[in-house]
């Protein structure tokens, strides 16, 4: 199957992070779906993308934490595709006060709220498993699915407990446990479909100069796809179930 017969579906994809897998995977020659939450900002990434000579990008509203709109992103990929090849779970929060900029680091465990747990794990963690359970039936469709999940190097446990490690300082724990359950679903859910074309992973974009990583992060926005892409577009004998920066393996 050619990459123009492919379909690629991204949450919050209208900037950022998103935006870059969205254009990535549009140059490739794949049909681009993008899920945003604001509608009117979907439809502007969809016709920069457009403008850029970007063929087969269409937006949708669509907001992860309305199950309403997992619903109803299934029946417009069935109406218009009849199946699904790559979904890109982009979108995600974090809402923990941490400067990670502070001498010392940072460490928000024992000031962390539960209505700031409750809230980033809805969204970066429950939200991501209904929909990616809502949509696998139509993966199953595709000669060869694939499904990132945007994860972070803050949920690696190995690297939190190696003082040696570049991110030992730095713990966000609403965010960071999110991710770390996140990449649990990773593999559990790539286990159970071992045996299929369809293949699982996770994804540490890099430090990224966008709002949530802030002006200070050392990779550019136009670098913070890349991984993405890399992972939805793996050949039949690339890995599953792993956690991986720009084709490099990272410790759970």
């Known amino acids: 199957m050619s990459t ?16 870059e897998t969205a254009r990535g995977l549009g140059q490739a020659g794949i049909a681009v779906l993008i899920g945003s939450r604001d509608e009117a900002k979907g ?51 974090a809402l923990d006060e941490a400067d990670f900029g502070a001498p010392g680091g940072v460490n928000t465990t024992s000031a ?28 199953r469709r595709a000669p060869a699915g ?15 407990s190696d003082p040696a490690s570049p991110i030992f300082d730095m713990k966000a724990f609403a965010y960071d446990a999110s991710k770390t359950a996140l990449n649990a ?35 550019e926005v136009s670098e913070g796809g890349r991984t993405s892409v890399l992972l939805a577009t793996l050949p039949d004998d690339g890995p599953s179930g792993g956690f991986f920066h720009l084709g490099e393996s990272l410790p759970w």
């Open 146 to 160: 694939r499904i990132v999940n945007l994860s972070s190097i803050l949920g690696s446990l190995t690297l939190h």
């Open 43 to 93: 439809r502007a990434a969809a016709d920069r993308l457009r403008g850029e000579g970007i063929e087969g990008v269409e937006a949708i509203r669509f907001d992860v934490d309305r199950p309403g709109d997992h619903q109803e992103v299934v029946r417009y990929l069935q109406d218009r595709h009849g199946r699904l090849d790559i979904l890109v779970n982009n979108a995600g929060v």
């Open 185 to 219: 679903f990773t593999v559990h859910l790539a286990h159970e479909l071992r045996g299929t074309p369809i293949k699982v992973n996770s994804a540490h974009p890099g430090w990224v100069k966008t709002d949530m990583g802030g002006p200070s992060a050392p990779m």
């Open 4 to 19: 123009r017969d492919k379909v690629a579906f991204i949450t919050g994809a209208n900037k950022g992070i998103g935006l």
């Open 112 to 139: 962390v709220t539960p209505e700031i747990l409750h809230r980033t794990f809805e969204t970066n963690v429950f939200s991501v498993v209904a929909l990616t359970q809502a949509l696998l039936p139509l993966l």
